[in-house]
């Protein structure tokens, strides 16, 4: 193993977007289990330090890999299109209006139920979202059309985490 491989290969995993979430797990326990500090007690400290980076580079790639958007936006960096959504917050304009509707709704909604059914419907469009995703990278290899779903994901997380604190505000 190097410090140097991709999250992927770091794991023993195709450069993908679907990936069975338990083999994952199953993964990162086993190398944590390779790499944890109190294995190399008895090779003194320098060896301890090691496997102390060791294991905060798997802890950061399996953090990374086991949040699907988090993973799309990691491939493509990988594939040479960072999402950049910092500098680019450019849209196509149906999402703009689908946000503006989705705001407007959170607005105007007085009641728990309100607010859950803006949330089901956000959750529809990052269910839909995630499938174009998965589409773009294992069928097309295509990070162009993977950065665009990865910023839109980006919102709708965002949008849906707003519900959901106005949601836990509503019922308490």
Request: charged share 25%; aromatic share 8%.
């Amino acid at each position: 193993m190097s410090l140097q491989a991709d999250d992927f290969a770091l794991f023993g995993l195709p450069r993908r977007f679907a990936l069975d979430p338990a083999a994952l797990q199953e993964r990162w326990k086993h190398l944590q289990r390779l790499a944890h500090p109190d294995r190399y007690a008895h090779q003194g400290g320098a060896a301890q330090r090691v496997a102390l980076q060791w294991s905060a580079r798997i802890n950061e790639a399996y953090q990374r890999l086991r949040d699907p958007v988090r993973r799309a936006a990691y491939w493509c960096e990988l594939h040479g299109v960072p999402v950049g959504a910092e500098s680019n917050t450019a849209m196509p304009a149906d999402f703009l209006v689908q946000q503006m509707q989705w705001r407007e709704a959170l607005d105007e909604a007085r009641t728990a139920d309100d607010m859950r059914a803006l949330l089901d419907a956000v959750q529809a469009q990052r269910h839909e979202r995630l499938q174009a995703l998965q589409e773009a990278i294992d069928a097309r290899g295509d990070a162009v059309a993977a950065v665009a779903q990865v910023r839109a994901l980006m919102f709708i997380e965002r949008f849906a985490d707003t519900v959901r604190a106005r949601l836990s505000g509503a019922t308490h």
